[in-house]
């Protein structure tokens, strides 16, 4: 069977599996280097064409495309930093939501003001996206660690010794 049962916060802060340590570090890590990865190459070619200064204020439709792309994504990643460093309780299933719904809002984007190499872009990134999400939800809807330090749970049934000090 695999249900959950609430524990105390003092008891989950207690428990062996309670912190931000782990796969858990390492998609700390992922979201930034992955965000950091994905962009710099879009950045240092845009760099090259309109140069760092004059790159915010050009309006052409890929640089307008490119900025909206890394608004989505830094607004992503800042939500999900947000949510594991406070320790929200909500940290899982608004974290899946926002790692579900990252190349949709982008594509989304790029259908509304479409060029070539935004379509490129997009479909580059897809599988990327895809490899991404089946790693990264599926840690963040099984982890143990996840559910002990954000939603103060334990699995049912297991040897959940907790050690008071």
């Known amino acids: 069977m695999n249900t959950w049962t609430r524990i105390s916060a003092e008891d989950a802060t207690c428990h062996p599996l309670y912190g931000v340590r782990g796969w858990l570090s390492g998609f700390a890590f992922a979201l930034m280097f992955g965000f950091i990865q994905e962009f710099q190459p879009i950045l240092s070619e845009a760099f090259k064409a309109v140069g760092p200064i004059d790159f915010l204020a050009h309006d052409i439709p890929i640089i307008r495309a490119l900025k909206v792309a890394l608004l989505i994504d830094a607004l992503a990643a800042i939500t999900i930093y947000w949510l594991l460093f406070s320790k929200h309780q909500s940290f899982r299933p608004i974290s899946v939501c926002i790692l579900l719904s990252i190349w ?32 990264w939800v599926t840690y963040l809807q099984r982890s143990k660690r996840v559910r002990v330090t954000f939603e103060h749970s334990v699995k049912t049934g297991q040897d959940n010794v907790v050690a008071h000090t």
């Open 104 to 135: 949709p809002a982008q594509a989304l984007r790029g259908f509304l003001d479409p060029s070539p190499a935004v379509v490129d872009a997009l479909a580059l990134s897809f599988f990327t996206y895809v490899v991404n999400c089946a790693i």
